[in-house]
Antibody
C-alpha cells in the first residue's frame, strides 16, 4: 500500500500562513488523488479538500474561501496544503490521505501520520 | 451540504457484545459511505467502504450495511483492542462530510 510522509509540526502566529507537505511513495505521480482532512484538538474529522494530479485541479470546502491552496509537485510526488490568514480555529492536526480509485470522490485509504499546526500568539 | 448524523456519541459495552453504530444522511447518498476507526493518538484507519465492503486486513467481526440515508457499522463480538472512536464518512458528492464520531469503551 502507498505510504504518505508529512512534514513536521509548526507553530504559527495569528494572521500568518502555513504550508504542509505530503510525500507519496506511489510508483507514479498520477496514481492517486490526495485529500486533506483536519482534526481540531479533541474534535472530530473535517474534510478540507482534494487534489487530482491527472486534472491538476483542486476542490475544497467553501468555508475556507480564498485562504486555502492545494497543490502538488510531480517531480517529487509531493502534495501541499497552504492555509493563510490563520486564526486559533485553524489549530488542528492536518492529515493527507489517498482516495480510492474509480470516482471523483472516494473513501480515504492510506493516511499520512498527520501534521500538528498550532496557531498561537 | 449533506449532514451526516451519527449515533450514539458514546457507547460502553462488554467484551463479546454485539455493537452497532448508525449514521443517517440528510439526503440519499447511495452506497457511498465509509467507516474509520481511530484509536487514541493514532491515525484514522479505513474499515469499510461503499457501505459494506470490508477493507483488506480488517477483522471479519466488523461489517457494514445500509444504503440511501441509513447506514450502520456492526462489531459482532467486541474485543478489547476495539476501544476507539469510530467515524462514518459520506463521499457521494462535494463536500464529503464525516459523522460526529462514536467513542467506544469497554465496560
Amino acid at each position: 500500500q502507498v505510504q504518505l510522509l508529512q512534514s513536521g509540526a509548526q507553530v504559527k502566529k495569528p494572521g500568518s500562513s502555513v504550508k504542509i507537505s505530503c510525500k507519496t511513495s506511489a510508483k507514479t505521480f498520477n496514481d492517486y488523488v490526495v485529500a486533506w482532512v483536519r482534526q481540531a484538538p479533541g474534535q472530530g474529522l473535517e474534510w478540507v479538500g482534494r487534489f487530482s494530479p491527472v486534472s491538476q485541479s483542486s476542490n475544497f470546502v467553501r468555508k475556507f474561501g480564498g485562504r486555502l491552496t492545494i497543490t502538488a509537485d510531480s517531480h517529487t510526488k509531493t502534495f501541499f496544503l497552504q492555509l493563510s490568514s490563520l486564526t486559533s480555529e485553524d489549530t488542528a492536526i492536518y492529515y493527507c490521505a489517498t482516495q480510492g480509485k474509480g470516482r471523483f470522490l472516494q473513501y480515504l485509504q492510506a493516511w499520512g501520520q498527520g501534521t500538528l499546526v498550532t496557531v498561537s500568539s | 451540504d449533506i449532514q451526516v448524523t451519527q449515533s450514539p456519541s458514546s457507547l460502553s459495552a462488554s467484551v463479546g457484545d454485539r455493537v452497532t453504530i448508525t449514521c443517517q444522511a440528510s439526503q440519499d447518498i447511495g452506497k457511498y459511505v465509509s467507516w474509520y476507526q481511530q484509536k487514541p493518538g493514532q491515525v484514522p484507519n479505513l474499515l469499510i467502504f461503499d457501505a459494506s465492503t470490508l477493507e483488506t486486513g480488517v477483522p471479519s467481526r466488523f461489517s457494514g450495511s445500509g444504503s440511501a440515508t441509513h447506514f450502520s457499522l456492526t462489531i459482532s463480538s467486541l474485543q478489547p483492542e476495539d476501544v476507539a472512536t469510530y467515524y462514518c464518512h459520506h463521499y457521494d458528492h462535494l463536500p464529503p462530510t464525516f459523522g460526529q464520531g462514536t467513542k467506544l469503551e469497554i465496560k
